[in-house]
């Protein structure tokens, strides 16, 4: 799976994992989170279940995104 594959899932996921966490980010944040939990949730599903394509890279994108969104609320600045 390409990098390239993976920033532009990351995007998609970022969207879908601010709404199903209920947080407002802005376009850039949302856009990082997506793509670095795409990177990451990619490439340890991938390792995983390489069987699943296109799918697996989505559902591991969504997770990855979703783990770094969790972990932002927690630890992340207070305002």
């Known amino acids: 799976m390409g990098v390239v594959y993976l920033i532009v899932i990351g995007a998609a996921a970022g969207f879908l994992a601010t ?11 949302t856009v990082a989170i997506g793509i670095a ?11 995983v279940l390489t069987a699943m394509g296109f799918l697996g890279g989505l559902v591991g994108a969504v997770l990855g995104a979703l783990v770094l969104i969790w972990l932002w609320q927690r630890f992340g600045p207070r305002e």
């Open 19 to 29: 709404r199903l966490m209920k947080i407002e980010a802005g376009l850039l944040p």
């Open 37 to 47: 939990g795409a990177l990451l949730g990619g490439f340890l599903l991938e390792l």
